[in-house]
């Protein structure tokens, strides 16, 4: 995931590079494989750690969508 998001925001991510990945097949699959590492680290965060976190903190773990609201 460092690898890919220094290649892709070596620079500020701009509403010009957005437009590019239309035309850009290699940003385009950068961008793509970025957001999908992302979402399985947030994935794995939510599935994982989060109900950790909540049972060390002796709170009550509800469904997956309910326990981001229990760490606030």
């Given at each position: 995931?460092?690898?890919?998001?220094s290649?892709?925001?070596?620079?500020p991510f701009t509403?010009?590079?957005?437009?590019q990945l239309?035309t850009?097949?290699?940003?385009a699959e950068?961008?793509?494989a970025?957001?999908?590492?992302?979402g399985?680290l947030?994935d794995?965060l939510g599935?994982?750690?989060?109900?950790l976190?909540?049972?060390?903190?002796?709170?009550r773990?509800g469904?997956?969508?309910?326990?981001?609201?229990r760490t606030?």
């Amino acid at each position: 995931m460092a690898i890919t998001d220094s290649r892709i925001f070596s620079s500020p991510f701009t509403v010009l590079l957005a437009e590019q990945l239309v035309t850009d097949v290699d940003l385009a699959e950068r961008v793509d494989a970025f957001v999908s590492t992302f979402g399985d680290l947030q994935d794995n965060l939510g599935d994982k750690l989060l109900p950790l976190l909540l049972k060390l903190l002796g709170e009550r773990q509800g469904v997956f969508v309910d326990n981001p609201s229990r760490t606030v």
